[in-house]
């Protein structure tokens, strides 16, 4: 396929009209959500898509209803050409591009609920946020109509709620997870990580060093408090605000104080004013 073949839609007709198409061709069709700002995490789930199926629909839509009214939303980066740009590289084929009238058109009235794995973590600390993702997601859904779509591990609460949802509505989708893609020295990569001063941006890389040396003595500890509190102190340390740093099902994330089952160990911590949040696996030993 030449790099040319990027479509770039942005009204619905059209987009049925490309996937009606590829699904009368029996075609696999696989959905990338993303809000744009587009780097290598989001470009490894474009390649997993292209593994996974034969027509590759990324949408971009920076999602209002996700934010809290003083996060940060209005100063989200939105690079649209530089995004499409990376996509044609990485030879996807449908760039979904709604907008705000199509996803929010006067007089929408409705949202979406997810209790189970929305329950604390980011759920507590961004009311609201959960239920924005879960209502955009459903639409995208069901605009595109994919036979799978994949979600990064990165936010792995996210991950949970939307399939979750899927199962309890009997939504015809399958929802995958793709582990997270790190920067060299451990990083998660973000498209929050643009807000990172040098300074910080030095310092970031200890989040997920605190968390793999926890994750690792978690899967054979018989209570993980004393350790979760230890990682809170070295995060402290370590000039991060910890928000949370948990221990839950890795299934259910339901909270949990030993890894009898797998785990996950799941933390935000603010940065200076940037929040970053981590997962990892925690397994049973
Ligand atoms: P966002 O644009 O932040 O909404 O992210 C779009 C999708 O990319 C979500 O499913 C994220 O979980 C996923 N994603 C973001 N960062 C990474 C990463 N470092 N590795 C893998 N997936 C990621």
Not at 11 to 40: C, D, F
Not at 43 to 64: D, M, T
Not at 179 to 205: F, I, Q, V
Request: proline share 7%.
């Amino acid at each position: 396929m030449s790099d040319q073949s990027l479509l770039r839609v942005g009204s619905i007709e059209a987009l049925r009209e490309a996937t009606g198409r590829w699904r009368a061709a029996g075609e696999t069709i696989v959905l990338v959500p993303t809000m744009g700002a587009l780097h290598a995490g989001h470009l490894s789930l474009v390649e997993e898509a292209k593994r996974v199926g034969q027509r590759v629909v990324v949408s971009i839509f920076v999602n209002p209803t996700q934010f809290g009214p003083n996060e940060d939303f209005s100063r989200y980066p939105r690079v649209l050409e530089a995004d499409l740009a990376l996509l044609r590289e990485a030879q996807a084929d449908l760039a979904w591009l709604p907008g705000v009238e199509i996803m929010y058109p006067e007089g929408f009235a409705t949202r979406i609920e997810v209790g189970g794995p929305s329950g604390g973590l980011c759920g507590d600390l961004r009311p609201g946020h959960f239920s924005g993702v879960a209502t955009v997601v459903t639409k995208l859904l069901h605009q595109v109509q994919p036979d799978i779509a994949l979600f990064g591990e990165k936010d792995f609460q996210q991950l949970k709620v939307i399939q979750r949802m899927v199962h309890d509505l009997d939504m015809p989708f399958d929802i995958r997870g793709v582990p997270t893609l790190r920067e060299p020295d451990g990083l998660a990569l973000s498209s929050r990580n643009r807000y990172l001063s040098p300074e910080e941006r030095a310092k970031a890389p200890e989040l997920h060093r605190v968390m793999a040396d926890l994750a690792g003595r978690l899967g054979a500890a018989a209570a993980a408090g004393p350790l979760l509190c230890e990682g809170l102190s070295a995060l402290e340390t370590a000039g991060f605000r910890p928000q949370y740093l948990e221990l839950r099902d890795a299934e259910t994330l339901a909270s949990v104080t030993t890894a009898s089952r797998p785990a996950r160990l799941l933390a935000a911590a603010y940065l200076g004013n940037t929040r970053l949040i981590d997962n990892l696996p925690v397994t049973p030993v």
